[in-house]
């Protein structure tokens, strides 16, 4: 069994700054992808930010240079540095994961539970 634990969501002030964490438990065999999407009300989820196994990372245009994503030393971690935060980013954070749990499995795609991100203008 595998699990998300999202932790450093909260309330901020606009132009204020907040960390998520990420960490991925369980029965792991490979993490190939890891990341960050947001759900807003109303709106669909979506992708925020994301690392792959080879260190490649992509973010949604709205983030860019406000945000950063890193791995921890340990490769089932990640961290969501957001900075310069707009009322706009106020959604519920989801971690994401994409891996496997055998050598000889497919990936499937794990969600964390979610955690609310507030940005008061």
């Known amino acids: 069994q595998v699990q998300l634990v999202e932790s450093g969501g909260g309330l901020v002030q606009a132009g204020g700054s907040l960390r998520l964490s990420c960490v991925a438990s369980?029965?792991?065999?490979?993490?190939?992808?890891m990341g960050w999407y947001r759900q807003a009300p109303g709106k669909q989820r979506e992708l925020v930010a994301r690392i792959t196994t080879g260190g490649s990372t992509n973010y949604a245009d709205s983030v860019k240079g406000r945000f950063t994503l890193s791995r921890g030393d340990a490769e089932n971690t990640v961290y969501l540095q957001m900075n310069s935060l707009k009322p706009e980013d106020t959604a519920v954070y989801y971690c994401n994961a994409r891996l496997s749990t055998t050598p000889l499995s497919v990936d499937n795609i794990y969600w964390g539970q979610g955690t609310q991100v507030t940005v008061s203008s």
């Open positions: 369980g029965s792991i065999f490979s993490i190939n992808a």
